[in-house]
């Protein structure tokens, strides 16, 4: 089910994008408008979403040195690794100046916002997630630059498999990708705003690797293996150029931490729990699942406006059809038929707001519910555009409608979505299977 929505989506932005297209060609002040709304769509749902279904064709799912970005295109390359267990890394970053970063929530995305505003430092604020080894980064580490959210040194961190080697067979504990963000623009691939690194990766790699070691001289050590990937000139999922040696250091800190840290990277038993406060939420629900929920209210507002609004008019004309005699009983069935139509539309935009809740919950079944609903919606709104049954004046109403619907669809279906929902759910399946067992 997921696999078939996931696909749903992309198709259904891509053919939004093209009515919008098409629209925009055909007017003149409104085409202005109509234009942007296609670099919305295109940017942020059709292009993404279209990248990471193509990608899973033709790029290779097998370790070649680079990570892939959320829409499967080739991101930032490996360029280090680490010996040494979590704890190490952790210390041994903490120690030479790096702050972890904040995963991507609704909490830390207003903090983004707000320390922006008011140019305050952000040192702990989130990095865009990238994938290695089918998963995102376990933790990343960044610095910022002189206060500036747009220019910032950092690095993610991806734990190794189980007996994994490297090609021509070194063992290392972690895998990990530095690179520093330059500025703000535009990516090549999709035209999202996005950070653009600097294209010689090899100046942040030492640069790590020079803060580490300068702080712990003596309790870590230093391997290079050469021409580990062939020096090339390429570019990241943003577009931008990379330039590197292909050399691969491997820095062992084992050595740095002496006593035993408690630090969890996921926070995954508290992460879960039945309980949790609205900021826990914002803390711990991604952001696609808030942005998604934020979608479905628009819907609900938007279709609760236009039930309320029409109903009056429903309701005069139904009461002028009672008080005529002559009128026709096909008339009046199909005025009331009208009402409840409002009715249904109107109590299912509450049915989706109630299953968008628990969504951020962590409700996997209540997801995948919802999918299903907002899909019919989309296919019934599609119908009615592509039949020329709405009218101009209610004809940009449906886009809106439609365009909501599908980045409700997008979000609802993006990783970040899918893998919350899921190991929530199991999380308090095994709670319960743990009290049964307790009880028994």
Known sequence: MDHFFFVFAGLASAWLAIVALVD???HSWWGIL???VFWGIAAYMTLPRLHRILTTLYVPSYFIGRTRTNDGLLGDP???AFQGESVDVHRAMKNAGWHKAE?????SSWRIIIRTIRRLPYPTAPVSPLFLFNRKEDFAYQQEVDGSPSKRHHIRFWKT????KLPGGAEVDWLSAATYDRSVGL???TFQVTHKIDAETDKERDYVVDTVRYCHPSSTSLDVIKDFSTGYHSRNGGGDNIITDGHLPILDVHDVVEEAMEIHDHHEESRYSYHRTPWQLAEQAPLSVWAAAACVGVLALIQLG???LHLPDYTASSLTLLGDRDVALADFT???ADITLIGALVTLALVQVILSAAVIRGRRRARKVLLALLSVSFVINAITVFTGQASVSTLYAVYVLMAVHVFALIEFTDDGAVNYTHNATETRRGRRQQKANSAS
């Open 24 to 26: 925009a060609v055909h």
């Open 34 to 36: 109509l234009a942007l």
């Open 78 to 80: 490996v360029n280090l």
């Open 103 to 107: 995963p991507v929530t609704l909490a």
């Open 161 to 164: 498999p189980a007996d994994w």
């Open 187 to 189: 990516s090549l691939f």
């Open 306 to 308: 236009l039930g309320l």
């Open 334 to 336: 199909n005025q009331y």
